[in-house]
């Protein structure tokens, strides 16, 4: 069963940045396209970017393209979120998953998911 660890939350202040990490392990991680996904208080859990095993192709949500940047190091069987230019909005708690297929944009085709990294961005 794979293992997800999220890192690198925090607070920051709007217009700031953050690298938010997810560390992989009990599976092949190259076996496996990447996700992430937040999850504001009383909202539903939606897609912010994914990518494929060998970061060929990435997608990203609406609300976070041109800002957000997803990747992925394989030799160390990690997935990085890169946040730019954040906003009050992008407050979150943000979850890794991963999948033993293609990239989704689906937060149902993701077999396996990380605890959890809170994002809070003040104004």
């Known amino acids: 069963q794979a293992q997800l660890v999220e890192s690198g939350g925090g607070l920051v202040q709007a217009g700031g940045s953050l690298r938010l990490s997810c560390a992989a392990s009990?599976?092949?991680?190259?076996?496996?396209?990447m996700g992430w996904f937040r999850q504001a208080p009383g909202k539903e859990r939606e897609f912010v970017a994914t990518?494929?095993?060998?970061?060929?192709?990435?997608y990203y949500g609406r609300s976070v393209k041109g800002r957000f940047t997803i990747s992925r190091d394989n030799a160390k069987s990690t997935v990085y979120l890169q946040m730019n230019s954040l906003k009050p909005e992008d407050t979150a708690v943000y979850y890794c998953?991963?999948?033993?297929?293609?990239?989704?944009?689906?937060?149902?085709?993701?077999?396996?998911w990380g605890q959890g990294t809170q994002v809070t961005i003040s104004s």
């Open positions: 990518i494929s095993w060998n970061g060929g192709l990435t």
């Open positions: 009990g599976r092949t991680f190259s076996d496996y396209a």
């Open positions: 998953a991963s999948r033993p297929s293609g990239p989704s944009t689906s937060r149902a085709d993701y077999a396996y």
